[in-house]
């Protein structure tokens, strides 16, 4: 006998893609900016400001779900066999004229990190986040007053951790049109010095997702954030953390589409 441990009823029908992504997304600033373009952005790229002056640095707590991949038809995947997480950190900038965010910190976890190689891939030991599957469930799980917690650790220290809570229900057209553009950079290590620092870059990768793709509504509210003293206390040299804007949204799409690579100049 199957049984559903998850507590919600799984949809009859399957989501026709190849991969669900449920994304808890904040955009804050800081008061080290100097620190952050070190951190983030290589040389040629610099800063791009929104309507208000403001650089817009990123954090995205992601977990992802591989509908085909189901043990049992209909039942909504296992996290320990058919899903993985990973944070995303990254800053706005201007990448061939036109707006994107490149995620220069990818940190996955040890299931992910076997699968994708020449990432910054910082490991998640521990990864957690409020358990809702709109394009699985239903949305009818989420709505106004909806409370989200995400948060990553490794080695029991703190990457970083997130709470929404939802004041308002958008369609997906309230997202900004660059919203599906962003950049990830790809690494080889530095052998003269050890595995232990911070790789050489090597490659960029450009995504823009095509419009076929599925976006569920966009979950929008009070948003929290705040970084650990992982790395040796690395992200807390970002200074004062002021969350901006914070919200839900999930997405399916298949790879393969509309993806180019550049190398790094």
């Known amino acids: 006998m199957e049984i559903n441990t998850l507590g919600m009823k799984p949809r009859e ?26 951190m983030f952005l290589p040389a040629p790229l610099e800063p791009r400001m929104d309507e208000d002056g403001d650089v817009i640095l990123t954090c995205g707590f992601v977990d992802s779900a591989f509908p085909p991949m189901r043990e049992v038809d209909g039942e909504i995947p296992d996290p320990n066999a058919t899903e993985f997480s990973e944070c995303a950190l990254g800053m706005s900038c201007t990448v061939n004229g036109k707006p994107s965010i490149m995620n220069t910190w990818i940190l996955l976890d040890h299931y992910a990190g076997a699968l994708r190689r020449g990432f910054n891939r910082s ?3 521990s ?8 394009m699985l469930e239903g949305e009818e799980h989420i709505g106004i007053g909806s409370r989200m917690f995400a948060t990553c650790t490794n080695d029991g220290a703190l990457y970083a951790r997130g709470s929404l809570q939802v004041k308002e229900v958008h ?3 309230w997202l900004d049109e660059h919203f599906f553009d962003w950049g990830q950079l790809r690494y080889l290590p530095d052998m003269a010095h050890g ?8 490659q960029a990768s450009l995504y823009h997702f095509p419009s076929k793709f599925e976006v569920s509504k966009v979950y929008s509210g009070d948003g ?36 180019f690579l550049c190398d790094a100049k």
């Open 13 to 38: 029908s399957c989501c026709p893609h190849a991969i669900i992504q449920n994304f808890i997304n904040f955009d804050f600033t800081v008061s080290n900016l100097e620190a952050a373009k070190k």
């Open 123 to 125: 490991v998640i030991d």
């Open 127 to 134: 990864f957690a986040r409020t358990r809702n599957h709109p």
């Open 171 to 173: 369609d997906p057209s």
């Open 195 to 202: 595995d232990d620092v911070r790789p050489l870059i090597h």
């Open 224 to 259: 929290k954030l705040a970084f650990g003293d992982t790395m040796y206390g690395l992200f807390q040299d970002l200074g004062e953390i002021r969350v901006k804007r914070a919200f839900f949204v999930t997405f399916a799409y298949t790879y393969g589409s509309e993806e």
